[in-house]
């Protein structure tokens, strides 16, 4: 298992750079130059992208302040499943910013894992409803359509920027629908991250049978104030199940590991 290592200098805050290519269509080309410049730095490593990096290519980096982010605890979750059988899945795309960190790591240190990622790529339907009338915290994005301003087109193309368009299988479409299509797969890593009430239930219980034992769900959202139907779901679902939920301190994630 990797260690969280901790930058030796804190960084400063990057210079706000994605609004130069926001809107003008040169970002795959942003993605290409930055992937290249870290090439000619001799950075290899996930664990090694600098913020200016996230930044240009609109992923959430492990460091992001010389201290473990959310990612950085993710991808040692991700570590954990190198020898359990089953392919990996994030549930909540958006615009790729965790999926292009956690495919990355999982073609290096397991080549032969399948990825799926699933996305309505139109944001949110009515079930956000739900969140509306329960009491968190607001968020700009919790409305239907919030999340919406993404394409399966600019994730593909995202993908394909990184050299990892062959390792990721992207399934478009409300789960309820996108799930079917799996139904015979086992998977040894799920990262949720899908805010809602109704899309956690549908995950957990899509997911959790099909889960080998050793595999490892994470719950993006378990302590989000903005979305407290995630972590409802969630409970839940465990409260007749071997597992419980173990919390870990802010910025780590929510998780359990299949019995
Ligand atoms: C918080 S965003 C994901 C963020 C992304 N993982 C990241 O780190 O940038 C949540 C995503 O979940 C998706 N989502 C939520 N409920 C869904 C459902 N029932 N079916 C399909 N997509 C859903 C939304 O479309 C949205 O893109």
Same mark, same amino acid.
């Given at each position: 298992?990797?260690?969280?290592?901790?930058?030796?200098?804190?960084?400063?805050?990057?210079?706000?750079?994605?609004?130069?290519?926001?809107?003008?269509?040169?970002?795959?080309?942003?993605?290409?130059?930055?992937?290249?410049?870290?090439?000619?730095?001799?950075?290899?490593?996930?664990?090694?992208?600098?913020?200016?990096?996230?930044?240009?290519?609109?992923?959430?980096?492990?460091?992001?302040?010389? =201290?473990?982010?959310?990612?950085?605890?993710?991808?040692? *979750?991700?570590?954990?499943?190198?020898?359990?059988?089953?392919?990996?899945?994030?549930?909540?795309?958006?615009?790729?910013?965790?999926?292009?960190?956690?495919?990355? =790591?999982?073609?290096?240190?397991?080549?032969?894992?399948?990825?799926?990622?699933?996305?309505?790529?139109?944001?949110?339907?009515?079930?956000?409803?739900?969140?509306?009338?329960?009491?968190?915290?607001?968020?700009?994005?919790?409305?239907?359509?919030?999340?919406?301003?993404?394409?399966?087109?600019?994730?593909?193309?995202?993908?394909?920027?990184?050299?990892?368009?062959?390792?990721?299988?992207?399934?478009?479409?409300?789960?309820?629908?996108?799930?079917?299509?799996?139904?015979?797969?086992?998977?040894?890593?799920?990262?949720?991250?899908?805010?809602?009430?109704?899309?956690?239930?549908?995950?957990?219980?899509?997911?959790?049978?099909?889960?080998?034992?050793?595999?490892?769900?994470?719950?993006?959202?378990?302590?989000?104030?903005?979305?407290?139907?995630?972590?409802?779901?969630?409970?839940?679902?465990?409260?007749? *199940?071997?597992?419980?939920?173990?919390?870990?301190?802010?910025?780590?994630?929510?998780?359990?590991?299949?019995?």
């Amino acid at each position: 298992m990797i260690s969280l290592k901790p930058d030796s200098a804190p960084q400063m805050n990057p210079p706000k750079v994605r609004y130069i290519y926001r809107k003008s269509g040169l970002a795959p080309f942003f993605w290409r130059a930055g992937r290249l410049i870290l090439r000619c730095l001799g950075v290899q490593d996930v664990h090694d992208w600098p913020c200016w990096f996230g930044e240009l290519c609109g992923i959430d980096v492990p460091f992001p302040s010389g =201290q473990p982010g959310r990612m950085a605890h993710i991808l040692e *979750k991700l570590r954990r499943v190198g020898n359990v059988p089953g392919a990996a899945a994030e549930c909540g795309v958006y615009q790729g910013a965790s999926l292009i960190p956690i495919a990355y =790591q999982a073609k290096k240190i397991m080549p032969s894992k399948r990825i799926y990622a699933f996305d309505s790529f139109a944001g949110f339907d009515d079930s956000v409803m739900s969140a509306i009338d329960q009491s968190g915290e607001k968020s700009s994005r919790k409305s239907i359509g919030g999340f919406g301003n993404t394409s399966i087109a600019l994730v593909r193309s995202k993908l394909r920027a990184f050299g990892l368009e062959k390792d990721v299988q992207v399934i478009p479409g409300f789960f309820e629908e996108s799930l079917r299509h799996l139904p015979s797969e086992r998977f040894a890593f799920v990262f949720l991250d899908c805010d809602l009430y109704e899309s956690y239930q549908i995950c957990l219980e899509f997911f959790y049978p099909r889960m080998n034992p050793g595999a490892v769900m994470v719950f993006d959202e378990y302590d989000d104030p903005a979305w407290p139907g995630a972590r409802k779901a969630v409970d839940e679902f465990f409260l007749d *199940k071997a597992e419980k939920p173990i919390v870990p301190k802010f910025p780590d994630r929510a998780y359990i590991v299949k019995v």
